[in-house]
């Protein structure tokens, strides 16, 4: 690799530092390239990417950014997981190296915040965007259904209809 090309991959690094939602880093010593490739596969269905750099690189990407601090977890063989979605990527690792003990994870950041392993493992514990926007979807739908059906409802359904959502409102 010439310095031309050090140089652009150290700028493509620093950008995914500053513009990823979570970045994870891990070891992943022993892996195969079929298991790596099932790893990357996993991270595109949700958005993420996957990237093996030399650490000296990444270190130099890392100068000046808010996540600095990951720096010391780039020894050995590394791979860098990102995604724009602050969830997505600590989900996808997560759950790959429950199922794969080459996977180890070291720890990450997830903006300005620097996690360790406990961390990740919390962050991959929240529920996604997809799963936030649609929780929110079924809470703002749930009373237009409920009211929608006590119209067309008999009277005496609509009374006792009212009255559970009077004990609720109290409750």
Do not use: W
């Not at 903006?111 to 926007?133: C, N, Q, T």
């Amino acid at each position: 690799m010439d310095r031309a090309q050090k140089e652009k991959l150290v700028e493509e690094l620093g950008q995914i530092f500053e513009s990823s939602g979570v970045v994870v880093v891990s070891h992943y010593e022993g892996m195969t390239v079929a298991e790596m490739q099932d790893l990357r596969a996993q991270m595109r269905e949700v958005g993420g990417s996957v990237r093996v750099a030399k650490n000296k690189l990444a270190k130099i990407a890392l100068e000046g950014k808010a996540c600095e601090s990951i720096a010391e977890h780039l020894t050995g063989m590394t791979v860098i997981a990102f995604s724009e979605d602050p969830v997505a990527a600590a989900k996808v690792v997560d759950g790959y190296a429950k199922k794969n003990d080459k996977l180890v994870i070291l720890g990450g950041a997830m903006g300005d915040s620097v996690l360790d392993v406990a961390g990740v493992k919390a962050v991959a514990a929240m529920p996604s965007r997809e799963e936030l926007i649609a929780s929110i979807v079924g809470c703002i739908g749930a009373p237009a259904s409920n009211i929608a059906g006590a119209i067309g409802a008999p009277a005496s359904n609509i009374a006792s209809i009212l009255s559970t959502i009077e004990e609720k409102a109290a409750a």
